[in-house]
C-alpha cells in the first residue's frame, strides 16, 4: 500500500457533531476507502470550546462502542484535531490589542519623530503591552480592522522639500475615524509648536467630532507636577516641550473633558509664554476613547533621557509612565484596581 495524505474536516449539524474524512488515508487509498465517509454520533457531543479532557473521554468512549479499529483512528485524529483548534482560538484570546502608529499625515522627508529615529525607545516601550504597528498607508476600514489603538504624530502642513505635499485630514477620512471610534478604537492625536510644520486647520475638523479644538497659542516648555487629584496621571511629573493650547467644549456629546490644566504658579523653563488653558484633554465617544495633547516632543528619546532639546533639558520626569497610562486608558486595557480612570 502506497502511503497518501489524507483531509480531515469537520461541521456541526444540530447539537451533533459530524466529521468527513475526504480522499485515501487513514481508512486506506482504496477506491472505497478513498470515498467520503462520515460518522455521527446519536448523542449531543461537547462545542470545541468547551471540550476539556472529561468530556473528550466521555465523547471517545461513545463513538468507539459503534466503530472498528479504523474508526478508532479516525475519532483520534478529530478529536486531536480539535483541541488544535481550541488551543489556537486559546491563544487568540491572550493576543496583544494592535497600536498603530500612523505616519500617513506625516509628509515625506519630515523625519522628527520617526519610529527608528526619535521614537525608537517609545514605539520598544509600548511593545510591553502592545503589537505596535508602523505604517503610512491610508487609514481605510480594512487598515483599521484589527487595530485598537491609532496615533497620529504631528499631522504636516506642508511638503518638505522636493517631496509630494503631505495629505491631509478628509471627509471620508473624518467618517472611517469617527466610526473606528464609536466602534470601540482609541484615538490619540499629538500636536506641537509653531515652526514644526504642523497641519491644524483639517485635523480639528475630525477633532470637533469629538468635542476637542487645537489652537494656536502656545505655552512654553515647562515640567509640570500634575495635581493629585487629576485622574489617572495625579501627581506624576510631566515635561512637555512646548505646544499648543486646546479648547474643550464640555458640552458635546462625545463626554469631552480637560484632564491637564496649564499651572501659572509653575513657571516655564526657558521662555515667557505661559497662559491658561487645557494641555490634555480626553474624550469618550461612542464605545471609544480619544486623547489629544499639546506636545509630540515629550515622548522622543531625548526626553525621555532627559537631554533635552533647544537648550532646553528637563530632569526627574515622569513622561513614559504617564503615557503608558494613558495608552492603556485609550486602549481600554484594565490597569492596577487602585488607578482611577478620567
Not at 291 to 307: K, M, P
Request: with cysteine; charged share 20%.
Amino acid at each position: 500500500m502506497q502511503p497518501c495524505a489524507n483531509t480531515w474536516m469537520f461541521w456541526v449539524v444540530p447539537r451533533h457533531y459530524r466529521w468527513l474524512s475526504s480522499g485515501p488515508g487513514l481508512l486506506g487509498c482504496g477506491s472505497a476507502a478513498s470515498a467520503a465517509t462520515s460518522i455521527s454520533s446519536d448523542r449531543p457531543f461537547p462545542e470545541p470550546s468547551r471540550l476539556n479532557s472529561a468530556a473528550a473521554n466521555r465523547a471517545f468512549a461513545r463513538l468507539t462502542m459503534k466503530t472498528d479499529g479504523s474508526l478508532l483512528l479516525l475519532s483520534l485524529a478529530v478529536l486531536s484535531q480539535t483541541a488544535i483548534w481550541a488551543n489556537g482560538h486559546a491563544a487568540d484570546l491572550t493576543a496583544k490589542p494592535v497600536l498603530l502608529y500612523s505616519r500617513f499625515y506625516n509628509a515625506a522627508g519630515d523625519n522628527r519623530y520617526l519610529p527608528d529615529g526619535a521614537y525608537k525607545q517609545v514605539i520598544q516601550r509600548l511593545r510591553q503591552d502592545f503589537d505596535v504597528r508602523v505604517h503610512n498607508q491610508p487609514l481605510t476600514l480594512e487598515a483599521l480592522a484589527q487595530v485598537k489603538l491609532l496615533m497620529i504624530v504631528n499631522p504636516s502642513d506642508k511638503a518638505v522639500s522636493n517631496n509630494p505635499a503631505p495629505p491631509h485630514v478628509s471627509a471620508a477620512d473624518i467618517q472611517v475615524l469617527t466610526d473606528f471610534v464609536h466602534n470601540g478604537g482609541g484615538l490619540i492625536v499629538s500636536g506641537n509648536q509653531e515652526n514644526h510644520n504642523l497641519e491644524v486647520d483639517d485635523m480639528n475638523r475630525l477633532l470637533a467630532q469629538f468635542g476637542i479644538q487645537a489652537t494656536n497659542l502656545y505655552t512654553d516648555a515647562k515640567k509640570l507636577v500634575i495635581p493629585a487629584g487629576t485622574p489617572l496621571i495625579g501627581g506624576l511629573r510631566w515635561a512637555y516641550y512646548t505646544g499648543n493650547l486646546l479648547r474643550v467644549e464640555s458640552s458635546h456629546s462625545a463626554k469631552p473633558r480637560a484632564l491637564v490644566l496649564n499651572d501659572l504658579s509653575q513657571r516655564p523653563e526657558k521662555g515667557t509664554r505661559d497662559q491658561a488653558g487645557c494641555l490634555l484633554a480626553t474624550a469618550e465617544p461612542g464605545k471609544g476613547r480619544v486623547i489629544v495633547v499639546t506636545d509630540s516632543g515629550w515622548l522622543a528619546d531625548w526626553a525621555f533621557a532627559e537631554e533635552g532639546v533647544g537648550g532646553v533639558a528637563m530632569k526627574g520626569q515622569d513622561n513614559w509612565e504617564i503615557f503608558r497610562r494613558l495608552t492603556r486608558w485609550a486602549a481600554q486595557i484594565p490597569d492596577a484596581p487602585d488607578r482611577s480612570e478620567p
